[in-house]
């Protein structure tokens, strides 16, 4: 496959041309917003996927939903309640957006930001548990 994730992204977009196509194009922003370093990724036969230090979020679009899977969602507070769907497992959480729903902005750029601390800080600690030697 020759087109970058960037393109393939971009032609999803542009397919849908409709509701779906807007929204996913403005949870991708966000998504870029709140992370500047966060790469675009094309998994699984034609899923957005958008990773730092590990998968964030996929971006699945449905007949009548936007579903922002969170890989590690059920580690984040959700103090805005923005997840409302696959609740009931130990380790996703979803946001389906349906059409005509007002999606929080500055809440969904707060849930990102989390989930790239939250991968980060688990790479960080085999670095933090070695012990200087005393000589």
Not at 23 to 35: E, F, P, S, Y
Not at 49 to 57: D, F, K, L, S
Not at 82 to 96: E, V, Y
């Amino acid at each position: 496959m020759s087109d970058s994730p960037a393109r393939l992204i971009d032609t999803r977009i542009k397919e849908l041309g409709d509701w779906r196509g807007a929204m996913l194009g403005h949870v991708r922003a966000l998504i870029k917003a709140a992370d500047p370093d966060i790469v675009e990724a094309w998994k699984w036969r034609g899923v957005p996927v958008w990773e730092h230090a590990g998968i964030i979020c996929t971006g699945e679009t449905y007949k009548a939903v936007v579903k922002l899977t969170f890989a590690k969602g059920a580690s984040l507070a959700d103090p805005s309640g923005l997840f409302n769907a696959s609740l009931d497992g130990n380790t996703r959480r979803a946001i389906d957006i349906h059409e005509n729903d007002k999606l929080d902005d500055k809440a969904l750029k707060a849930l990102i930001r989390a989930a790239v601390a939250l991968n980060t800080a688990k790479r960080a600690p085999a670095a933090a548990r070695k012990k200087p030697t005393s000589t």
